[in-house]
């Protein structure tokens, strides 16, 4: 699923006005959703923010309960070969697209084939290279499309084929990245299918209306083929960045649920707002990466140095007040498929201040002390809590002969820049797609030629270590989970060894929700589809 960020722009006294008067007359969840949508394509998307809103439109084969694991979505039911290679899903009955036009096998075959088109260009097409050629066709080492693993055996009936057994596909597939997308409007419309004029929907939601910098409205879809169980009429996405605004809108009763708040409100919601704060561990992690294409950040001690010197310890409970966990590694505790050790770097049981002394030596080698230091840019994407860490972290860095500038922009720009290595030092952080460790290591291997071109994909620091790359390519067809899983410990000790990233803590998530909405419950991916929801008026 994907990158994250923490809620811009008050919607107009008029538009909620408006949207207030339409509740009296439908269940309208009113829903504080974060940064303004890039993009309402599922080919195109990144973030949850988006998820949020192209999960409750758009449905794939399988899709998430109410607790985020794998349920049949349009297929109805599918088989798995002996060998685990090949899934065979039988589409459910009348399914359709809000235009009328039914939902075929072909409009499967047709997305996976855009999403590893080259000239696509989805930053997430990884997600499904366990399907056969899919990297082969997205590196455009294959240019016959019609040589990926997808094919339609008829109207109804879709079987994807894999590289080798992968044991958490059906969990990839719950991903937006799996999503079917209309043929016969991309065949007329190419990418403006989801202009306001011509966008459809198969999920239990269709959108009607999206207002650049205010929010999105999409209302409940009678044709869903589980319309008779969706309560809520309509929702509104809210675009807005200002935690403490949204907060104080929350308050006011203008939004039934805020995905994020100022961590060090946590207190006074707890007091206040007793049991409509949602803090719970799920698999991600936040983290800051260090551009390898920067010379000052090519030196593996540099960045050694960097990464001990943060007293993570007092980030969770201290500077953010939410409990937030240390993370010295890079897969989250509790992933699925990883039975072994956690990694846990020997520095990391050193005092802080044995760790600073060292640190302060590794500079010095390279150069730099606190009379002569070293200057680093660190951006990150705007939002109360990331800059309280910003603030912290410079602080601890500059002892150690480290001078900070902090930047920040909205979350479109400051993700624009990581991805086009625009950066020293940048925030960012991961939730898991699905549980599985190679979610998270894959952030770490090299990028791939397309074309003249190299796509670092979300390696937003450009690290690169072919014994990496070659244990994550062997795991990938390894059917022995326990040889399997210690090919990627591995992987994740030399990555993290290299100080590849620097892993800051795994995160909580931190939703309130409204007293009148029932059906919320809390999961280790953070996905909660309004479908699920009931609200009291």
Request: glycine fraction near 6%; proline fraction near 5%; charge should be negative.
């Amino acid at each position: 699923m994907k990158i994250t960020q923490t809620l811009t722009a008050v919607t107009t006294a008029g538009a909620m006005a408006l949207m207030m008067s339409t509740a009296a007359f439908a269940v309208t969840l009113q829903m504080h959703n974060g940064a303004d949508p890039g993009s309402l394509d599922p080919h195109k998307v990144s973030g949850d923010w988006e998820n949020r809103i192209v999960g409750d439109y758009i449905e794939g084969l399988v899709t998430e309960d109410a607790k985020a694991d794998a349920i049949a979505g349009q297929a109805e039911s599918w088989e798995i070969s002996d060998d685990g290679t090949v899934y065979t899903f039988h589409l459910r009955d009348g399914i359709k697209w809000t235009d009328g036009e039914p939902v075929t096998a072909e409009d499967f075959v047709f997305a996976f084939q855009r999403l590893m088109d080259p000239a696509t260009a989805s930053e997430y097409a990884y997600l499904q290279y366990p399907i056969k050629n899919a990297a082969a066709i997205n590196s455009g080492e294959i240019t016959d499309f019609s040589q990926l693993g997808v094919k339609a055996l008829d109207d109804k009936t879709v079987e994807i084929t894999l590289e080798a057994a992968t044991p958490y596909f059906l969990q990839a597939l719950t991903h937006y990245t799996a999503y079917p997308v209309p043929k016969h409007l991309v065949d007329e419309f190419g990418d403006a299918w989801t202009s306001m004029d011509h966008i459809v929907a198969n999920g239990p939601y269709k959108i009607t209306e999206w207002l650049p910098g205010s929010y999105v409205h999409s209302v409940k879809n009678e044709d869903y083929y589980d319309a008779a169980n969706v309560k809520i009429d309509e929702v509104y996405y809210h675009v807005l960045e200002d935690q403490a605004a949204a907060l104080n809108r929350y308050r006011a009763g203008e939004f039934d649920i805020l995905t994020d708040f100022p961590a060090d409100q946590y207190q006074w919601i707890q007091d206040n707002l007793p049991g409509q704060a949602h803090v719970e561990p799920f698999l991600g992690v936040y983290y800051y990466v260090l551009n390898q294409e920067k010379e000052e950040l090519k030196d593996p001690n540099v960045r050694e140095a960097l990464s001990i010197s943060i007293m993570r310890d007092v980030i969770g409970p201290d500077i953010l007040g939410t409990g937030e966990l240390p993370a010295y590694g890079w897969v989250p505790e509790g992933t699925a498929n990883y039975a072994g050790e956690t990694y846990m770097p020997e520095w990391a049981k050193m005092p802080y201040e044995e760790r600073v002394a060292k640190a302060k030596e590794l500079m010095a080698a390279a150069g730099y002390t606190p009379e002569n230091p070293l200057t680093l840019q660190l951006r990150y994407n705007t939002n109360d809590n990331h800059q309280r860490i910003a603030v912290a972290i410079a602080a601890m860095w500059e002892p150690i002969g480290v001078k900070v500038e902090l930047f920040n922009a909205e979350t479109a720009v400051h993700y624009d820049a990581l991805r086009a290595g625009d950066f020293q030092v940048g925030r960012a952080g991961w939730l898991l797609d699905y549980s599985d460790a190679s979610n998270t290591l894959d952030l770490l291997k090299t990028g791939t030629m397309q074309g003249d071109t190299m796509n670092w994909g979300n390696n937003y620091g450009r690290y690169s270590n072919p014994e990496f790359d070659a244990l994550l390519d062997s795991a990938a067809s390894e059917q022995d989970l326990t040889k399997r899983a210690g090919m990627l410990h591995k992987a994740e000790a030399i990555a993290m060894d290299e100080f590849g990233a620097i892993p800051i803590y795994w995160y909580v998530s931190k939703n309130i929700i409204s007293p009148k909405i029932t059906g919320f419950e809390d999961n280790a991916k953070d996905v909660h589809r309004t479908r699920w929801l009931t609200k009291a008026e």
